[in-house]
């Protein structure tokens, strides 16, 4: 048999196996599992989040806390050496209220900004919990499609192994720099050999050049599609 003939019993095991695999890759099952791979990945990545928010607040009600104790110390020092010392004049009186009037509204503030974060935080809590349970659902089915799935593959990898080795036993007697020119003309046309179809491309359907058109006429077993690059058959081989 001459090469392109090979060649054109080679395409055809070899589209044979490129189908399978595009059939083994859309298995419904296949793809719930890449879903709930997905999904659980993202429950992964919520769960980091929460973790880095609520350590960062549990940081800041800790200073807060701090602050507030240190604050109170203050007051109760302030409002004690206010007693002890009362001042003789009024504007000093004023002064020493208003110093720790000033304290109590610090304190004030930071009280509600930590009631504030404690109730963001358990909210954050919450919505871990709830995460938690969304994942643990996610985990279950995967690992029950899992079974189904590993199962499929089992059988589908059988015969996707046969038809790799039905298309290197096709590849055998071909020479393998057309092999290779074969494989770089299916990355981007495929099939890459196509047959001569009223003096157009099988493939693409652009009309033979005049040169081609030449060519074919000379007896040349093929000629090369000037628009999609495809190789096309001149004899018919089948
Ligand atoms: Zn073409």
């Known amino acids: 048999m001459e090469q392109y003939e090979l060649l054109w019993k080679y395409q055809q095991v070899d589209m044979e196996l490129d189908q399978y695999e595009k059939e083994m890759r859309g298995n419904s099952n296949r793809k719930e599992l890449l879903k709930h791979r997905d999904f659980l990945l993202e429950q992964q990545n919520v769960l980091k989040k929460i973790e880095s928010d609520v350590e960062v607040m549990s940081d800041r009600m800790e200073a807060l806390a701090d602050e507030i104790k240190r604050l109170s110390g203050s007051v109760a020092e302030a409002t ?109 046309a495929a099939p890459p050999i196509t047959r001569l179809h009223d003096d157009r491309c099988g493939g693409c359907n652009m009309q033979l050049s005049a040169a081609d058109k030449d060519k074919v006429r000379s007896g040349v077993p093929y000629v090369e599609c000037e628009n999609c690059g495809r190789i096309i058959l001149i004899k018919q081989v089948d």
């Open 80 to 188: 004690a050496n206010f007693e002890n010392n009362r001042p003789d004049n009024l504007e000093d009186v004023k002064k020493q209220m208003a110093s720790i009037q000033k304290l109590i509204a610090t304190i004030t503030r930071y009280e509600s900004e930590l009631a504030k974060m404690r109730k963001d935080s358990e909210a954050r809590d919450r919505q871990q919990r709830e995460v938690r349970v969304r994942a643990a659902k996610a985990r279950a089915e995967f690992d029950r499609i899992k079974v189904i799935y590993d199962e499929e593959y089992k059988a589908a990898a059988v015969k996707l192994d046969e038809l790799k080795k039905k298309v290197a036993r096709e590849a055998e007697g071909i020479d393998p720099g057309l092999l290779e020119k074969y494989k770089a003309i299916k990355r981007h």
